[in-house]
């Protein structure tokens, strides 16, 4: 089967498709828009058949084929994540984002500080015009803004990521959009770069 890179197939988000079809390899899946991807038999279930609706997320496999899973990844795109360095090669590292047999890479350029090996990095998920795939990167001062409108209020209760340390406390992202600020004078227990939780504007 012929696997082209499909605008009506959002790669790197969650969505809901229909089973179109059967094979030997699993379940072909339906945008409704003549779209198909693979649920590879690995993450079928015996009871699904043609006209089920699946939630999957939808990203290239290690073979650079559109591939749908049932597995939840640890970021998105348009997400910030602390994602493990699990391998580095003469082009990148490579990240574990929650999928079995695919990491998520980062390459060179998109590198910013000490990425190692066992230890985590703060990236961007991105999709890569060119070739449709999903990137990180560390650069993720371009995709965090406070412009207007701000989605947030005070009062609000929000997701905080830990981006980076400064000398008067530590810069995070807020909602995945917003940048935000912990004063070392304002934290009642300890926190570390890629800490995740949730926080009140």
């Not at 290690?62 to 699990?86: F, H």
């Not at 371009?142 to 997701?159: K, Q, R, S, W």
């Amino acid at each position: 089967a012929l696997h082209t890179y499909n605008e009506g197939m959002k790669t790197g988000e969650i969505q809901t498709l229909t089973v179109e079809r059967i094979s030997d390899y699993g379940l072909y899946l339906g945008d409704g828009e003549g779209g198909e991807v693979l649920l590879p038999n690995r993450f079928t279930k015996l009871d699904m058949k043609p006209g089920d609706q699946v939630s999957v997320f939808v990203y290239h496999d290690s073979e650079d084929r559109l591939v749908a899973s049932t597995e939840t990844p640890l970021i998105k795109v348009g997400e910030v994540a602390a994602l493990e360095v699990v391998d580095k090669s003469i082009h990148g590292a490579f990240l574990d984002w929650g999928l079995s047999g695919k990491h998520l890479f980062l390459p060179n350029r998109n590198q910013q500080g000490a990425v190692s090996a066992g230890h985590k990095t703060v990236v961007y998920m991105y999709v890569d015009d060119r070739t449709g795939r999903c990137v990180a990167t560390n650069k993720i001062k371009p995709f965090i803004h406070n412009e207007e409108p701000l989605t947030v209020a005070v009062g609000d209760e929000v997701d905080v990521l830990v981006a980076f340390e400064t000398p008067i406390g530590f810069r995070v992202v807020i909602d995945n959009r917003h940048w935000g600020m912990i004063y070392k004078n304002q934290l009642f227990r300890p926190i570390r770069v890629g800490d995740r939780s949730r926080g009140w504007v």
